[in-house]
Nanobody, 116 residues
Framework: QVQLVQSGGGLVQAGGSLRLACKASGMILSVFTGDTMGWYRQAPGYERELVASISSGPVTNYQDSVKGRFTISRDNTRRTVYLQMNDLTPEDTAIYYC???????WGQGTQVTVSS
């Protein structure tokens, strides 16, 4: 059974950093390697939005508001995708979700709270 298991997140002051991880547990390596993975976030009262994605290339794509601050990466041998978040602001506060395009599956969500 394939699961996307997230870790990381928490509470940090503005200007701080956090790293999120998403492990595709049970996913065949070849499927993960070819999969485009994404990080989304959803703040209270807002729709879920794409933050960053990474293809098998890997080719990365970022929402304008996080460019230069967030970095998405992947470790195929660990079947894990990461989101390094630097220079965080209160506007980054949200629940963050990873997403597998191949499996159309979401992670369980991780709360990120940035205090001013």
């Amino acid at each position: 059974q394939v699961q996307l298991v997230q870790s990381g997140g928490g509470l940090v002051q503005a200007g701080g950093s956090l790293r999120l991880a998403c492990k595709a547990s049970g996913m065949i390596l070849s499927v993960f390697t070819g999969d485009t993975m994404g990080w989304y976030r959803q703040a209270p009262g807002y729709e879920r939005e794409l933050v960053a994605s990474i293809s098998s290339g890997p080719v990365t794509n970022y929402q304008d508001s996080v460019k230069g601050r967030f970095t998405i990466s992947r470790d195929n041998t660990r079947r894990t995708v990461y989101l390094q978040m630097n220079d965080l602001t209160p506007e980054d506060t949200a629940i963050y979700y990873c997403y597998s395009t191949a499996r159309r599956m979401w992670g369980q969500g991780t709360q990120v709270t940035v205090s001013s």
